[in-house]
């Protein structure tokens, strides 16, 4: 069983707003990714991490930043949200040499108002 | 450019069989994962085809081959449970990026 979480599960939030969605894993993996899936729609990457303090931006343009001081947690801020940042965001994580087999949370769904 | 496509639907019966195929076109190709998505979930890990051949998962398998750029999904004696969206995925360098298709949308009926 995968032990990866995300808090939270819904967020409403106005435009302007300044938010962090939370991700976390139990397993040690060293791989971290942030995804990115309107209702129906394939899995946009938007950045990921191949350890700590390594980040990289992904295929899918972002306005949000993220961060890896910790092996374990690897958070998604978005410094000022906006309508069109209103999607499902999902995280996964993998072990070493198996980036084929990624573990997903159950994501979170934002709606920016 | 990169691109995988697949077919958007498809819909079967329980008890049948049905494939659901993928082609690529990446500028790396490392491999080839299938990935499974109920209504609401979350994506999870089903199968990987490394090389060309077939790999078997219980009622799952999937098939490789590097030289035509595609690669297949098979279900096997569907069931009610296996409805759910399918996605393939190229793992497109050694290190791990995975770039998903759009998806198959499986709908099994009775």
């Known amino acids: 069983e995968a032990d990866i979480y995300q808090t939270p599960r819904y967020l409403v939030i106005g435009t302007g707003k300044k938010i962090t969605l939370e991700c976390s894993q139990t397993?040690?993996?060293?791989?971290m990714y942030w995804y990115q899936q309107d209702p129906g729609m394939e899995l946009h990457l938007i950045h990921y991490?191949?350890?700590?303090?390594?980040?990289e931006k992904g295929d899918l343009s972002s306005e949000s930043t993220v961060s890896r001081i910790r092996t374990e947690h690897f958070p998604l801020t978005l410094e000022s949200a906006r309508p069109s940042h209103t999607s499902q965001y999902l995280c996964?994580?993998?072990?070493?040499?198996?980036?084929?087999?990624?573990?997903f949370g159950p994501g979170t769904r934002l709606t920016v108002t | 450019g990169q691109s995988l496509e697949q077919p958007s639907e498809v819909t079967a019966v329980e008890g049948a069989i049905v494939q659901i195929n993928c082609t690529y076109q990446?500028?790396?190709?490392?491999?080839l994962s299938w990935y499974q998505q109920h209504d609401g979930g979350a994506p999870t890990f089903l199968s990987y085809n490394g090389l060309d051949g077939l790999e078997e998962t219980g009622r799952f398998s999937s098939f490789l081959s590097r030289s035509d750029s595609y690669g297949y999904l098979l279900l096997q004696e569907l069931q009610m449970k296996d409805s759910a969206s399918y996605f393939c995925a190229v793992r497109d360098n050694q290190g791990g990026k995975l770039i998903f298709g759009q998806g198959t949308e499986l709908s099994v009926k009775p």
């Open positions: 990446t500028s790396g190709f490392y491999g």
């Open positions: 991490s191949y350890g700590v303090n390594s980040t």
């Open positions: 996964a994580s993998s072990g070493p040499g198996r980036s084929y087999e990624q573990y």
């Open positions: 397993m040690g993996h060293d791989k």
